[in-house]
């Protein structure tokens, strides 16, 4: 079998997620291609990414662009049909929830290319998150899904999914969190901002439900109102945030949007920079879920602000506590943490930046690589 691994990527999450798999592919001569679907555009949320985790191997770009959800599905899935046929994979790798993961599914499930899912088995049970739909159908459709935690294989199973497909790997997040963690460190991302290491709070936001609900919205930022009074707040500012923000007038309802020292809104980073930045936060507030599991390895605390989570590993065992957009519960643990009564976490098992490595070996004794693939 000389046909080449295919690794679709689509999203910033799943740049992270495909660096570790691309490194060692190459380093051991197997051939692969990497497809940018192109969902995300943005030259910071692009471009930057690629460049930092070094990846500089963009076989094929579909340049997809944006749209509903449908819209984008259909677009990536036309598109990816006579690619397919013209390179034959032998077997395509997805990442994560976005919808050029399911797009790829559907299509490869159309193909009878063999599927695996990286990420598998991740469930919030909110069926109103578009990425909640994204995961049941792509996990339903792979032929071999990668866990990182216990609890999604019970999710799968539960599905009905057959255990024998289901291979307990690890965290790949983790994978490119360690590969790129000392390069990290030395940037000092934070002396740019006039912040010093454990003295600021880092905040993203982005998800639909906080940012397009003026509502909720209001209710984060009369939160880091008061937070910001305590230490600085950093904000790399999502494109999608950014509009809202905008459309809903922030800039006159908070005054102090306009900058006072204390709260620092920022174009968004690339990956080192805003590992450098994580990584000597005090705490975090996010709505990201991938944050969720970054945090936890860096041992920072994770306010995250939705009412659930898929990755429930991280409240388990992790550093991250649920908030929702409750100005008073994002308050209370944020005292907590000053106080020092905060919550403490621990690494999960396998987030151990050997992922990759066991996801290959799977992939070699299913003779998806073949040895006389490798040259």
């Not at 999608?240 to 007038?249: H, Q, V």
């Amino acid at each position: 079998m000389n046909n080449p691994i295919a690794l679709v990527v689509g999203a910033r999450p799943n740049f992270m997620k495909a660096a570790p798999i691309a490194y060692l592919l190459k380093k051991e001569n197997i051939p692969f291609v990497l497809i940018h679907t192109g969902q995300h555009y943005d030259r910071n949320m692009s471009d930057a990414f690629f460049k930092d985790l070094k990846i500089n191997k963009i076989d094929y770009s579909l340049g997809v662009g944006s749209g509903t959800h449908s819209e984008q599905t259909g677009k990536i899935m036309m598109k990816l049909e006579p690619l397919f046929n013209k390179i034959y994979p032998s077997v395509v790798l997805v990442f994560g929830d976005v919808n050029s993961t399911v797009a790829t599914a559907l299509v490869t499930s159309k193909m009878l290319i063999p599927l695996a899912h990286i990420e598998s088995g991740l469930r919030s049970f909110d069926r109103t998150m578009p990425e909640e739909i994204n995961r049941i159908v792509t996990d339903a459709l792979s032929d071999l899904l990668f866990i990182h935690s216990e609890d999604a294989k019970e999710n799968l199973t539960r599905e009905g999914i057959n255990k024998k497909k289901i291979y307990f790997v690890g965290n790949i997040m983790i994978d490119s969190l360690i590969l790129n963690l000392k390069k990290a460190e030395k940037i000092r991302a934070y002396e740019k901002f006039g912040l010093s290491p454990k003295k600021y709070c880092l905040l993203t936001l982005h998800r639909p439900s906080n940012v397009d609900n003026e509502k909720s919205l209001t209710n984060i930022f009369y939160a880091l109102e008061y937070i910001k009074e305590k230490i600085p707040v950093i904000f790399p500012v999502h494109p999608r945030t950014k509009k809202m923000l905008s459309e809903f007038y922030f800039e006159k309802k908070f005054k102090w949007i306009e900058g006072d020292g204390k709260y620092i809104p920022i174009s968004p980073l690339g990956y080192l920079n805003f590992l450098s930045l994580e990584s000597n936060a005090k705490c975090v507030i996010t709505d990201s879920g991938g944050i969720q599991e970054e945090t936890t390895y860096l041992h920072i605390p994770c306010f995250t602000i939705r009412e659930n989570t898929e990755r429930p590993i991280t409240l388990k065992i992790g550093t991250n506590i649920l908030c929702g957009n409750s100005p008073d519960k994002i308050i209370r643990e944020f005292d907590k943490l000053l106080e020092g009564t905060g919550k403490k976490g621990k690494i999960p098992p396998l987030w151990d930046g050997k992922t990759a490595s066991r996801i290959i070996s799977i992939l070699k004794k299913g003779r998806y690589i073949s040895e006389k693939s490798i040259s």
